[in-house]
Nanobody
């Protein structure tokens, strides 16, 4: 059974940093594109960053470019999101996603990130 478990969320002051981690199990992790998405209250879920199965290709939302870094470790079946210079508008529930096509998509349960002073 495929499973994604996020960790690392919390409360941080503006300008601070957080690192999110997602542990995968139950599927062949190295075959999947991985991504981080977020959903703020009253808004639709949006993509934050994605990384290809081998890790060579990374894409970021314009709003987080230069501040967030996505990485993966295919030996440990984990994907991470390093978030620096956090802003109040980054406040959201962050979700880990695994994607190998329309019939092969998995989501984690989400982790709350709150940026406030």
């Amino acid at each position: 059974q495929a499973q994604l478990v996020e960790s690392g969320g919390g409360l941080v002051q503006p300008g601070g940093s957080l690192s999110l981690s997602c542990a995968a199990s139950g599927f062949t992790f190295s075959n999947y594109f991985m991504g981080w998405y977020r959903q703020a209250p009253g808004k639709e879920r949006e993509v934050v960053a994605t990384i290809s199965s081998g890790g060579a290709l990374k894409k970021y939302a314009d709003s987080v470019k230069g501040r967030f870094t996505i990485s993966r470790d295919n030996t440990k079946d984990t994907v991470s999101l390093q978030m620096n210079n956090l802003k109040p508008e980054d406040t959201a529930v962050y979700y880990c996603n695994a994607d190998a096509g329309p019939s092969f998509q998995y989501w984690g349960q989400g982790t709350q990130v709150t940026v406030a002073s």
